[in-house]
């Protein structure tokens, strides 16, 4: 008993010792001489910001900057990642330099990157390695054994028709559960193949070019004809794949089944051996997310001869390993999935693909050392105070909607009082017990597969991880986790001009205030509104109250629907919704967030902007970036965020303080008639 009031005393100091730094952190941004966090060398102020609000801010620097040769798109994200992958070689540089014990975590991201950039052993090798797993390919006698490689492909992350994920389950987030979803395509989306005009069809003509080169280079017989069973048969399973807009629909894609029951969806597949082979032996239920795509692919696996399976499974594996095996593959996997589909003209360096092998298979080894190195306390001291006051700004906004009853307001507030923030870095770093030689590369990304996968298994039947984060803290990106309800800020994203300690706070807001807005508004989007604030799939809404939030949902559609990214390609309003709602929520809270911030005061002008332009200019600086045609329409096709010009110009257009910060009138490009603007949250 004693040692408990002990403990609890910690940690109450601990807690009065934080709140001390915080009121500290605030005490000192006040006092020190902060700049605008404007880049006003990139702006156009030749363009009115009623027109076109990107281009104001970013004009110069669009008209200025030219994509660099190994990049499809760039921009303010590239740039800090770019600078990550920095960072993280000095820190890999390091740990190879040293004489460090075999199985330390030094040795292991030397040896690793090592066996990365050797390319001479990765050529003599060529494609020796894939040789056992063809071996088990050829061996496939019969439909069960079929079904036992898919669960093996599973295990190792190798296409094929159906894969599947550990996550706590959507309606019991006490518990983990298993999730069956479609998969089994070599180009990014089902409509690659199912498209008709003109560059659809010389994508899938190039797709079954590069099939037959791929086949030819690693020495396997009958490239031609392989090419062409294999495109044939991924243009059936696309044809059956649930359609990216509905793929979003967590509500109807939650099918739980008991797995004695799993051969009344598919009764010609094994599952025992599939379950099996994934390590599953023990499970008892299994959600199949897309119901109809998996009865339907029981009748392609069925009607579709094992010959042609293997030949399909062969590419999968050749596919999935080709940038970890001899040059040749590895330049004719980026000639197809970057130049081709992407526009990309050159490759990246070897040496950041190295610290990308890297950060994907050792990525907390790494973020523990990168943490130490790159990010201050003061750092996130000051994003707790900025994601208390966003909270904060939501609240009070919730509270004053006026298209929401009084009990959907009580459950929204509820789920946002339950919101946990996670800045930074984890608390609890992974292990990663495994082993890397500097001459194995494919052996060290095969056991690394592994590892990871062995750690999704041994989730199950425990209590839920919440310490545990879905990304390392190098990454430059955020996310929200419906089932914890929870946001995450990895430090990599918490630096100018997304995060700037330099600079007064209406910036900071304007970017990364509107990041975390956005974060915290994917709670309350399309889909993250269904999952109620204990992470449970849950309906909390009144009728009438789901009606109006629909409505409005659905006004935002059609202004992104109308939104044209090049001359025959339209923005899908459906697709990116809930992204946008994201978009549109975090400004808006932002700006109320950095005006609550001022206590009254009044916000102080710097480089001529007032504390308002000054939130609408750092969120667009946000969004600086160019993109090639051909990354335009992958985006399009495959990616649920809006290009970066229409997440500026498409957010700053609904929100009513836009026009007046920046006298915007009724004949200008962006304007909308105060009737026609959304307003969710």
Not at 241 to 257: C, D, G, P, Q, S
Not at 618 to 645: C, F
Request: glycine share 6%.
């Amino acid at each position: 008993m004693k040692k408990t009031v002990v403990l609890k005393s910690t940690l109450a100091m601990v807690i009065l010792m934080a709140i001390g730094c915080k009121n500290d952190q605030k005490e000192n941004i006040e006092n020190k001489e902060l700049t605008s966090g404007i880049l006003t060398q990139y702006m156009d102020t030749l363009v009115n910001p009623g027109d076109d609000f990107s281009a104001y801010v970013n004009g110069t620097w669009v008209k200025n900057t030219e994509i660099p040769a190994d990049k499809s798109s760039y921009g303010v994200a590239y740039i800090i990642y770019e600078e990550s992958e920095d960072a993280v070689k000095k820190i890999i540089e390091e740990s190879a330099s040293g004489d460090f014990a075999a199985g330390s975590d030094e040795q292991k991201v030397g040896d690793l990157f090592q066996s990365y950039m050797d390319m001479e052993k990765r050529n003599e090798l060529g494609v020796a390695p894939l040789q056992p797993e063809l071996a088990k390919i050829d061996a496939i006698s019969n439909y069960d054994e079929l079904a036992t490689y898919f669960g093996y492909a599973n295990t190792y992350s190798i296409n094929n028709p159906m894969t599947m994920f550990i996550s706590t389950d959507f309606k019991n987030p006490d518990v983990y559960a298993v999730y069956a979803y479609q998969s089994g395509l070599g180009l990014p989306d089902r409509e690659y193949y199912l498209k008709t005009d003109d560059r659809s069809k010389e994508i899938q003509s190039k797709y079954v070019e590069h099939i037959e080169k791929m086949f030819d280079l690693a020495n396997m017989s009958e490239g031609s004809n392989a090419a062409k069973k294999i495109m044939e048969l991924e243009t059936k399973i696309a044809s059956k794949h649930l359609e990216k807009e509905k793929a979003r629909n967590w509500v109807e894609l939650y099918n739980m089944f008991p797995v004695d029951t799993l051969s009344n969806i598919m009764p010609n597949f094994n599952w025992d051996n599939y379950l099996k082979a994934s390590g599953l032996e023990k499970l008892d239920k299994l959600c199949v997310l897309t119901l109809d795509y998996t009865i339907a692919l029981d009748k392609i696996i069925a009607s579709t001869d094992l010959s042609t399976w293997k030949t399909y499974l062969k590419w999968s594996v050749l596919d999935a390993n080709a940038s970890r095996l001899n040059e040749v593959l590895d330049n004719q996997n980026w000639e197809f999935y970057s130049k081709e589909l992407r526009g990309t003209q050159e490759q990246r360096p070897l040496w950041r693909r190295g610290v990308s092998a890297v950060n994907g298979a050792l990525g907390e080894v790494v973020g523990k050392v990168y943490v130490k190195k790159h990010f201050s306390p003061e750092a996130k001291a000051h994003m707790e105070i900025l994601v208390d006051n966003l909270l904060k700004a939501y609240e009070v906004s919730i509270k004053d909607l006026d298209w929401m009853g009084k009990d959907t307001k009580n459950e929204a507030l509820d789920k946002l009082s339950k919101f946990t923030p996670k800045i930074g870095y984890p608390d609890k770093w992974k292990s990663y017990d495994i082993e890397i030689k500097a001459d194995d590369l494919f052996g060290n990304l095969k056991r690394s597969t592994l590892l990871e996968h062995n750690r999704e298994l041994a989730k199950l039947g425990q209590p839920i991880d919440k310490d545990e984060w879905g990304m390392n803290p190098q990454t430059v990106n955020a996310y929200y986790n419906p089932t914890m309800n929870e946001i995450v800020f990895p430090a990599a994203i918490l630096q100018p001009p997304f995060f700037d300690l330099n600079a007064e706070d209406a910036v900071n807001y304007g970017a990364i205030g509107a990041i975390i807005g956005h974060e915290i508004g994917h709670g309350f989007d399309n889909r993250g509104s269904t999952f109620d604030g204990d992470g449970a799939l849950r309906n909390w809404w009144t009728e009438a109250d789901k009606e109006e939030f629909e409505k409005r949902t659905e006004a935002l559609i059609e202004q992104y629907n109308g939104f044209e990214v090049l001359p025959d390609l339209n923005i899908n309003g459906e697709f990116t919704l809930g992204e946008n709602i994201g978009d549109l929520g975090g400004l808006s809270i932002a700006l109320k967030a950095y005006k609550m911030s001022l206590e009254g005061k009044e916000s102080p002008k710097i480089d001529g902007f007032t504390g308002d332009q000054r939130v609408f200019i750092g969120y667009a600086q946000s969004y600086r970036n160019k993109a090639r045609d051909e990354s335009l329409r992958v985006q399009i096709n495959t990616d649920p965020h809006s290009p970066a010009d229409f997440r500026v110009n498409g957010v700053v257009r609904n929100i009513p303080e836009f026009y007046t910060t920046f006298n915007v009138k009724e004949t200008d490009s962006l304007y909308l008639a105060p009737e026609e603007r959304v307003k969710i949250w």
